[in-house]
């Protein structure tokens, strides 16, 4: 490797190494970003579109842009990712948690971690200070596949999120969920849709489904031709910090739960006309 390229790689591995990162991302050079979760795995087990030549795409929550830069690397000439950078906007479930210097200095640094890999893997995508719920009033053009990811459960109102991605897509255009789900009301309520909404004021959560309720959320946001996936595991990345919360009790669930997040993914259409009373 020529010396010149050595020492290129050693200034990134510095970067990296001084931020928190959410995705596993490989930025070329030997250097691969500590995920807390490692979205490469994800990535294996998802129906994730291998051509997206021609199509315009939108990354929704993209944090660190693992997905975004996914789709560019398939082939998307035009990528749009959006995330919010003030914490004080994020959809805090009740009471709103105090939101002290480190918290704050912590959301900020995700705008900089996404900029380090955007300047790392030469990336053309666009990243927009943006909320989901305000992407049919920005202005944007239409987008031929959108995804989303492990933000649904952060959201106050999940299907006004999806309606809000529906009306963005192009008609017929293409929306993959992957989505953090409830691993106990996958396995004890497989067919049908139930919701857990969290009490807890310390966990960030408002609604967590089973992997059908996941669907159900598609369905009424008017998505057509919905599908979705079984349950699985999202492994932690080499950055995955300590548990915050407390843990499982001992037994078969937290057995499971060692592997990782539990994800499911579902997927839509949107209509190619407009539903009765849509925005």
């Not at 919010?84 to 210097?101: K, Q, T, W």
């Not at 089973?210 to 349950?231: H, I, S, T």
């Not at 492994?235 to 919360?245: D, F, I, L, V, Y």
Request: aromatic share 8%; hydrophobic share 40%.
């Amino acid at each position: 490797m020529p010396t010149d390229t050595v020492e290129h790689s050693v200034a990134l591995a510095r970067e990296v190494a001084a931020l928190t990162w959410y995705h596993t991302i490989d930025l070329g050079g030997e250097v691969v970003t500590p995920g807390e979760y490692d979205t490469r795995r994800a990535l294996e087990r998802i129906p994730f579109p291998t051509d997206l030549r021609g199509v315009r795409c939108l990354d929704v929550g993209t944090h660190d842009g693992f997905w975004a830069f996914e789709m560019e690397r398939r082939g998307s000439e035009e990528v749009v990712a959006i995330d919010l950078d003030d914490p004080r906007a994020v959809d805090f479930s009740d009471p709103v948690p105090e939101l002290l210097a480190e918290a704050i200095a912590a959301r900020e640094s995700r705008r900089e971690a996404f900029d380090v890999a955007h300047r790392a893997l030469g990336s053309a995508v666009r990243r927009h200070n943006l909320s989901v719920y305000e992407l049919p009033n920005a202005g944007l053009e239409p987008f031929g596949f959108a995804f989303i990811g492990t933000l649904l459960l952060h959201l106050r109102d999940p299907v006004r999120a999806l309606s809000a991605i529906r009306a963005v897509l192009e008609p017929g255009g293409a929306l993959l969920v992957n989505d953090a789900i409830s691993l106990e009301l996958s396995l004890l309520i497989p067919r049908a849709p139930v919701h857990s909404l969290s009490l807890k004021p310390s966990r960030p959560f408002w609604w967590v489904p089973n992997a059908q309720g996941l669907r159900r959320y598609l369905e009424k946001a008017a998505f057509v031709d919905v599908a979705g996936g079984r349950p699985y595991f999202v492994p932690r990345g080499a950055g995955h910090a300590p548990e915050q919360w407390p843990r499982t009790p001992p037994g078969p669930l937290r057995a499971l739960r060692e592997r990782g997040m539990p994800h499911a993914w579902a997927a839509g259409r949107a209509p190619r006309f407009t539903p009765p009373g849509a925005p």
